[in-house]
């Protein structure tokens, strides 16, 4: 199992400019969700999906856009980059249940946007 | 509003002493607590956690407790390594959710 595949790792992006993250398990987890890490501000949650179809927002969705098409795939587009979604982006998925289930993570995306 | 605070950003300890790390939360709705750790350049993996039902859980070196009167855990870890520096951030979730909330993180530097 490969687990959860992030691409890229590393991302530099202009203001304005749109850009895709991809996100990818293995596991057949029906859960998954996009975290960003800042300094100071811990992991937050974006967006997540509790299956195919199914998206819900997070505590800082705006400027971010989700879907799940399959259960496998789970990518977050940034539709008009700005210079406060400078982070590093972390996807996770679990089996649904509740939070007794484990999440796991993926490596990380380094998103710089200028 | 943050609903699970680490109010240590960071902690040194020297190796073979014991590492408390503390978490509050502030939502009475949370009933499960969670702590994962970090290194650099990788993500999160999980590492210990417990039910409100308890006030204590013990893996090997790593034993969490609950307060729930004072919404707060701890982690601690004893006998600490220097393989143990990393941040950890602890998360919270209440009832059948999937969603975890996770707090600020604190970075443990143990030092040989």
């Known amino acids: 199992n490969a687990g959860v595949t992030q691409t890229p790792k590393f991302q530099v992006l202009k203001t304005g400019q749109s850009m895709t993250l991809q996100c990818a398990q293995d596991m057949n987890h029906e859960y998954m969700s996009w975290y960003r890490q800042d300094p100071g501000m811990g992991l937050r949650l974006i967006h997540y999906s509790v299956g195919a179809g199914i998206t819900d927002q997070g505590e800082v969705p705006n400027g971010y856009n989700v879907s799940r098409s399959t259960t496998e795939d789970f990518p977050l587009r940034l539709l008009s980059a700005a210079p406060s979604q400078t982070s590093v982006y972390f996807c996770?998925?679990?089996?649904?249940?509740?939070?007794?289930?484990?999440?796991?993570f993926g490596p990380g995306t380094r998103l710089t946007v200028l | 509003d943050q609903q699970v605070k680490q109010n240590s950003p960071s902690l040194s300890v020297q190796e073979g002493r014991i590492s408390i790390l503390n978490c509050d939360y502030t939502n009475s709705m949370f009933d499960y607590f969670l702590w994962y750790k970090k290194y650099p350049a990788e993500g999160p993996t999980f590492l210990i956690s417990?039910?409100?039902?308890?006030d204590k859980n013990e893996d090997g070196r790593f034993t969490v407790f609950l307060n729930k009167s004072a919404k707060h855990l701890s982690l601690h870890i004893v006998p600490s390594q220097p393989g143990d520096s990393a941040v950890y951030f602890c998360a919270a979730a209440g009832g059948a959710t999937n969603k975890l909330i996770f707090g600020t993180g604190t970075l443990l530097a143990v030092q040989p």
């Open positions: 996770a998925s679990k089996l649904a249940g509740g939070p007794y289930n484990e999440q796991f």
């Open positions: 417990i039910s409100s039902i308890k």
